[in-house]
């Protein structure tokens, strides 16, 4: 785990050099100032230079969440209206073994897009210089980029999450930040109120809970069954595209196949596990293709050998006969389909009338139900609109229906209309499979007739038998030639069908695996309720702090309300403050990821009446003493109670000034100076840890500058 030392800013402006630094110890840290003094810009700066600006809702690399301050004007007490020439701000860390950075970025007049790092080692001597890039494959490049350093000097896993796109994304700093950094403005509307939307990422909102209280076995299973989501989805609408090319192929020949996608995953792979397609066509159509492809190329054979070998008879006279009954009996075939086509269309359209009056009875129902239950329209007095006469209700022989046979009535409409509705698809695969025999007696006919004309083209019986005989030869070759690319369609398919098949016994087979989330999420609980108890919120009381929950979003429910809609206005920026706190405390004592500290920028901005602020100043010498991570508190608060504080034990920041900022008479360099950073963060601080006030009885602090007398406006997104 790691720890602030130190926030500084500083830069030059048109009146000379200025500079603010805060330098910070172990356990509570309270920073205690009037508004205007700055301390929103001292927070900012933390995030600023651990490159998680996104947070706000500004572009990365966009200074605009800072105030005007550091980034135009700012007013010193004898040099007002300064123009801002550069600036910059740095913070320490110091890991627990040792090991220490210091983080500077440039905020004007320098390239934005990158972070110098001093690293220092414990027992080195001097501390190795880099400049990583913040946001541009920031994760990503191995020797460049800032987020992939970082996670790599915290020991932290990288760890894979999927998008909306069903694309695969990473968890950045960006996603655990609002966990640990809550800002004055948005940070106190909702946890994680800062998470980042726009990048897409499923579940991000718990999976950054679960990473910061190290449970990495359930966000790998998350993850897994997000793609168990995503491929079941793709399953599915590759079960469509084949069922769509299946029935294309069938019904175009006119055959009469029950193949769907319709269902569950497992469903489908059950239903198309019990036979090929070659098979369900030669027990449903009765369709053999094989013994048709067999039976094609035998009469192929005696139809060439006809031709070419066998002797012809001059005094048979039947060729032209039978070429002409052939085609008249094709005709009789097309005009008895076309007849059933149009009976199945007139069918579809009256099932389809039918269904649309249940529809609308269904809706009539359902609003008499709904005023049934409401009790609205209930006609116990009838009077004439015009004379006011009362009149009798039997006059307009209304019956009288309960609320339970209308729902008899609609289940019943609903039921029709199942029916009406397969009985309307049942159809419609009919006349699919009509129009294709349709289309196959067409072709067959424009063959008879092409075979006619050539016949009574011909000259002599000897000719008009050739003749025949070659257009027969002609008609079964391409039969066969149809029949056999039908087959290697129907094997093509078949083949994808199969392996649709594997895939999707694959996903099924696929074991849940175990994790220890919920003795994670129970230490995580059990914290929250310390914290919540402790820190006063008015819905909490002994008698009900054992239904306290979280579910399965992590989200604090207290029976089955949701906590945030509970209590007072005040009590929402408590019950974040606790559950940040209850966050940290619960990763320490299980060992997760989270980095140790907690930044609460104006925790309590609703000023908490006297009854919670004595509760909170009572407590932080009993529950909150536990404390065992860092905790950074901007704040204001009056003599009294930095006074109590103190005498508590709390360290308590209350700098001299009126502003963080401050002019110097020698320009510093801008460059923070190696020797002296690397020797605070080594430094240790004799000042005891603490635990948290978590008060706030003065103004917000606000957009911070230099020189301001009144509170600024709401905004410092800019």
Same mark, same amino acid.
């Given at each position: 785990?790691?720890?602030?030392?130190?926030?500084?800013?500083?830069?030059?402006?048109?009146?000379?050099?200025?500079?603010?630094?805060?330098?910070?110890?172990?356990?509570?840290? %309270?920073?205690?100032?009037?508004?205007?003094?700055?301390?929103?810009?001292?927070?900012?700066?933390?995030?600023?230079?651990?490159?998680?600006?996104?947070?706000?809702?500004?572009?990365?690399?966009?200074?605009?969440?800072?105030?005007?301050?550091?980034?135009?004007?700012?007013?010193?007490?004898?040099?007002?209206?300064?123009?801002?020439?550069?600036?910059?701000?740095?913070?320490?860390?110091?890991?627990?073994?040792?090991?220490?950075?210091?983080?500077?970025?440039?905020?004007?007049?320098?390239?934005?897009?990158?972070?110098?790092?001093?690293?220092?080692?414990?027992?080195?001597?001097?501390?190795?210089?880099?400049?990583?890039?913040?946001?541009?494959?920031?994760?990503?490049?191995?020797?460049?980029?800032?987020?992939?350093?970082?996670?790599?000097?915290?020991?932290?896993?990288?760890?894979?999450?999927?998008?909306?796109?069903?694309?695969?994304?990473?968890?950045?700093?960006?996603?655990?930040?609002?966990?640990?950094?809550?800002?004055?403005?948005?940070?106190?509307?909702?946890?994680?109120?800062?998470?980042?939307?726009?990048?897409?990422?499923?579940?991000?909102?718990?999976?950054?809970?679960?990473?910061?209280?190290?449970?990495?076995?359930?966000?790998?299973?998350?993850?897994?069954?997000?793609?168990?989501?995503?491929?079941?989805?793709?399953?599915?609408?590759?079960?469509?595209?084949?069922?769509?090319? %299946?029935?294309?192929?069938?019904?175009?020949?006119?055959?009469?196949?029950?193949?769907?996608?319709?269902?569950?995953?497992?469903?489908?792979?059950?239903?198309?596990?019990?036979?090929?397609?070659?098979?369900?066509?030669?027990?449903?159509a009765n369709v053999d293709l094989e013994t048709r492809i067999s039976t094609l190329t035998t009469r192929i054979e005696t139809l060439r050998?006809?031709?070419?070998?066998?002797?012809?008879d001059p005094a048979d006279l039947s060729s032209m006969a039978a070429v002409s009954q052939q085609a008249i009996e094709l005709k009789n075939?097309?005009?008895?389909?076309?007849?059933?086509?149009?009976?199945?269309?007139?069918?579809?359209?009256?099932?389809?009338?039918?269904?649309?009056?249940?529809?609308?009875?269904?809706?009539?129902?359902?609003?008499?139900?709904?005023?049934?239950?409401? &009790?609205?329209?209930?006609?116990?007095?009838?009077?004439?609109?015009?004379?006011?006469?009362?009149?009798?209700?039997?006059?307009?022989?209304?019956?009288?229906?309960?609320?339970?046979?209308?729902?008899?009535?609609?289940?019943?409409?609903?039921?029709?209309?199942?029916?009406?509705?397969?009985?309307?698809?049942?159809?419609?695969?009919?006349?699919?499979?009509?129009?294709?025999?349709?289309?196959?007696?067409?072709?067959?006919?424009?063959?008879?007739?092409?075979?006619?004309?050539?016949?009574?083209?011909?000259?002599?019986?000897?000719?008009?038998?050739?003749?025949?005989?070659?257009?027969?030869?002609?008609?079964?070759?391409?039969?066969?030639?149809?029949?056999?690319?039908?087959?290697?369609?129907?094997?093509?398919?078949?083949?994808?069908?199969?392996?649709?098949?594997?895939?999707?016994?694959?996903?099924?087979?696929?074991?849940?695996?175990?994790?220890?989330?919920?003795?994670?999420?129970?230490?995580?609980?059990?914290?929250?309720?310390?914290?919540?108890?402790?820190?006063?919120?008015?819905?909490?009381?002994?008698?009900?702090?054992?239904?306290?929950?979280?579910?399965?979003?992590?989200?604090?429910?207290?029976?089955?309300?949701?906590?945030?809609?509970?209590?007072?206005?005040?009590?929402?920026?408590?019950?974040?403050?606790?559950?940040?706190?209850?966050?940290?405390?619960?990763?320490?004592?299980?060992?997760?990821?989270?980095? &140790?500290?907690?930044?609460?920028?104006?925790?309590?901005?609703?000023?908490?009446?006297?009854?919670?602020?004595?509760?909170?100043?009572?407590?932080?010498?009993?529950?909150?003493?536990?404390?065992?991570?860092?905790?950074?508190?901007?704040?204001?608060?009056?003599?009294?109670?930095?006074?109590?504080?103190?005498?508590?034990?709390?360290?308590?920041?209350?700098?001299?000034?009126?502003?963080?900022?401050?002019?110097?008479?020698?320009?510093?360099?801008?460059?923070?100076?190696?020797?002296?950073?690397?020797?605070?963060?080594?430094?240790?601080?004799?000042?005891?840890?603490?635990?948290?006030?978590?008060?706030?009885?003065?103004?917000?602090?606000?957009?911070?500058?230099?020189?301001?007398?009144?509170?600024?406006?709401?905004?410092?997104?800019?």
């Amino acid at each position: 785990m790691i720890r602030l030392t130190f926030i500084a800013v500083r830069g030059t402006s048109s009146r000379g050099a200025f500079e603010g630094r805060l330098e910070l110890g172990d356990g509570v840290q %309270v920073i205690s100032a009037q508004n205007s003094y700055g301390k929103s810009l001292a927070a900012k700066a933390v995030a600023w230079c651990l490159g998680v600006e996104v947070m706000f809702g500004v572009p990365a690399n966009d200074p605009a969440f800072f105030p005007d301050a550091v980034c135009e004007e700012l007013d010193f007490p004898d040099a007002a209206g300064a123009q801002v020439l550069s600036s910059e701000c740095s913070i320490g860390l110091l890991h627990s073994d040792g090991r220490s950075l210091v983080l500077t970025r440039a905020i004007v007049g320098g390239d934005q897009t990158q972070i110098e790092v001093l690293e220092n080692q414990e027992n080195e001597e001097s501390p190795h210089k880099s400049i990583l890039q913040t946001r541009h494959r920031s994760m990503q490049d191995k020797t460049g980029g800032f987020q992939h350093f970082f996670f790599e000097w915290m020991g932290w896993p990288r760890t894979k999450v999927l998008t909306f796109r069903g694309d695969s994304s990473e968890l950045y700093l960006e996603n655990v930040a609002p966990s640990f950094y809550i800002e004055q403005k948005e940070g106190w509307t909702a946890l994680q109120a800062l998470q980042v939307s726009r990048y897409s990422q499923l579940q991000i909102r718990e999976i950054a809970t679960e990473y910061l209280l190290g449970a990495l076995d359930q966000i790998a299973l998350r993850v897994s069954e997000q793609e168990g989501f995503q491929q079941r989805a793709l399953l599915k609408e590759a079960a469509d595209e084949i069922t769509n090319r %299946v029935n294309g192929l069938i019904n175009v020949r006119g055959w009469k196949l029950s193949w769907s996608s319709h269902g569950s995953i497992a469903s489908i792979a059950k239903r198309w596990h019990e036979g090929s397609l070659l098979g369900l066509l030669k027990t449903q159509a009765n369709v053999d293709l094989e013994t048709r492809i067999s039976t094609l190329t035998t009469r192929i054979e005696t139809l060439r050998r006809a031709l070419t070998t066998d002797p012809i008879d001059p005094a048979d006279l039947s060729s032209m006969a039978a070429v002409s009954q052939q085609a008249i009996e094709l005709k009789n075939e097309r005009h008895r389909l076309n007849v059933e086509l149009n009976s199945l269309k007139i069918q579809y359209g009256q099932a389809s009338e039918l269904g649309a009056s249940l529809d609308a009875r269904i809706q009539s129902a359902a609003d008499v139900l709904r005023l049934k239950s409401t &009790g609205v329209g209930r006609l116990d007095h009838i009077e004439c609109p015009t004379c006011h006469r009362d009149l009798d209700p039997s006059t307009f022989s209304l019956s009288k229906q309960s609320a339970e046979e209308i729902e008899a009535h609609i289940e019943g409409l609903k039921r029709d209309r199942a029916l009406i509705r397969s009985n309307g698809a049942q159809i419609s695969a009919a006349m699919a499979a009509q129009a294709g025999s349709i289309s196959v007696i067409d072709e067959k006919l424009k063959e008879a007739e092409s075979t006619l004309t050539s016949v009574s083209d011909s000259i002599g019986t000897v000719r008009e038998q050739l003749t025949r005989r070659a257009a027969d030869l002609s008609a079964a070759e391409r039969e066969q030639d149809r029949a056999v690319g039908i087959r290697r369609e129907i094997g093509q398919l078949q083949v994808e069908i199969d392996g649709w098949i594997k895939r999707a016994d694959a996903l099924e087979s696929t074991n849940a695996a175990h994790t220890d989330i919920a003795r994670r999420r129970a230490e995580l609980q059990e914290a929250l309720a310390r914290y919540v108890r402790e820190l006063g919120h008015s819905a909490i009381t002994s008698d009900n702090i054992d239904k306290l929950r979280l579910d399965d979003d992590y989200v604090p429910y207290l029976g089955v309300r949701r906590l945030h809609a509970l209590g007072s206005a005040s009590d929402q920026s408590r019950l974040i403050a606790a559950y940040s706190l209850a966050l940290a405390d619960a990763s320490k004592s299980l060992g997760g990821l989270h980095p &140790g500290f907690v930044l609460l920028d104006e925790p309590l901005q609703q000023n908490p009446d006297n009854e919670h602020r004595e509760l909170l100043f009572s407590s932080l010498t009993s529950e909150l003493s536990t404390i065992r991570f860092q905790l950074v508190i901007f704040t204001w608060l009056p003599k009294t109670d930095i006074a109590r504080l103190q005498e508590a034990g709390i360290q308590v920041h209350n700098p001299s000034g009126r502003h963080f900022l401050k002019l110097l008479s020698v320009p510093p360099a801008l460059m923070v100076e190696e020797t002296s950073d690397i020797n605070s963060l080594q430094g240790e601080s004799s000042e005891p840890e603490s635990p948290s006030p978590l008060l706030n009885t003065g103004p917000d602090d606000e957009n911070s500058g230099i020189e301001e007398t009144e509170p600024p406006l709401d905004d410092e997104r800019g």
